[in-house]
């Protein structure tokens, strides 16, 4: 699944390629990917004659402004975003065409069909799901160390589960979860109450610049990803955990472990990430006179 930095490569190079481009026709090949409204010709009727203004994005939601209208679009799986020439011919899996009035079209292609798109009018999409269940955006001046450990810290669950929940931090998916994690030293399983104040630091500088580097290589091809322009993304070269099972850790030496945690593949070193449990806290007994 893309995950930030893939989407924000997709936000990118959508922003160069069909800004001030104005739809002459939708067409929609799948209606179950039109989320909202639940009527296809609708959302067809609704987006022609409009123009791209801004390509937008909130983890991994790509928001994308029209004029008089919201698109919110995420990519799931597999989804992705082509412009073609109108002659060119059309790709399986192509589930959704924008035609434009310059010939052009933006095609959404989904092997696996787990792609959504919602229209709304203008400011109705912060106050409606998906967006409105979304945690802290990590590429952002609010998200601070304070915010992250308020966030978090309370929490009773394992380190890894609660970072892919989007609902505390956004944008964060199983390969950057691996990496931060790594980065930090800590072990997936630990628990926030097991992290000292320096741990939490360095966590929270571990997933900023683990992000901010990747977009920087537009993102990780994996499997299929590629973004708007068919190119590939160069992190996967620099990954230190992520995909690595059973191969040397880059610090150590030691093999680097694979697992699975909440049902998602894991990769980590134990000598590099090892386990530590919170410590028992013991009351005070107030002295007897």
């Known amino acids: 699944m893309p995950e930030l930095p893939e989407v924000e490569t997709v936000r990118r190079t959508l922003n160069e390629l069909i800004v001030g481009k104005t739809i002459q026709h939708v067409q929609v090949r799948l209606p179950r990917i039109i989320q909202k409204p639940d009527d296809t010709v609708l959302f067809e009727e609704l987006l022609a004659g409009r123009t791209f203004q801004e390509i937008d994005r909130r983890g991994k ?62 400011g109705e999409e912060w106050t409606s799901p998906p967006l409105n269940k979304l945690g802290l955006e990590p590429l952002v001046d609010s998200f601070t160390l304070e ?41 997936p399983e630990r628990t926030p109450d097991s992290l000292t104040k320096q741990e939490w630091q360095t966590l929270h500088q571990a997933v900023v610049s683990t992000l901010s580097d990747a977009v920087r290589q537009g993102g990780s091809s994996i499997k299929s990803y590629v973004n708007g322009q068919g190119e590939m993304g160069m992190f996967q070269q620099q990954l230190q955990a992520y995909g690595r099972g059973g191969e040397p850790c880059k610090r150590c030496g030691e093999v680097i472990t694979k697992t699975v945690l909440a049902g998602r593949g894991t990769h980590y070193c134990k000598q590099c990430q090892r386990m530590k449990r919170a410590r028992k806290r013991v009351p005070v007994r107030s002295k007897q006179v």
């Open 61 to 122: 939601f790509l928001r994308m402004v029209l004029d008089g209208i919201i698109l919110v679009s995420h990519l799931r799986m597999e989804g992705r975003y082509g412009l073609y020439e109108q002659a060119e011919p059309v790709e399986p899996h192509t589930h959704v065409i924008f035609r434009f009035t310059d010939g052009s079209e933006l095609r959404y292609r989904d092997v696996r069909q787990f792609g959504t798109m919602h229209l709304f009018a203008p």
């Open 147 to 187: 915010a992250f450990r308020a966030v978090l810290g309370h929490r009773s669950s394992k380190m890894k589960p609660l970072l892919l929940n989007q609902a505390y931090v956004t944008g964060l998916g199983n390969i950057y979860v691996d990496e931060a994690l790594y980065s930090a030293c800590i072990h």
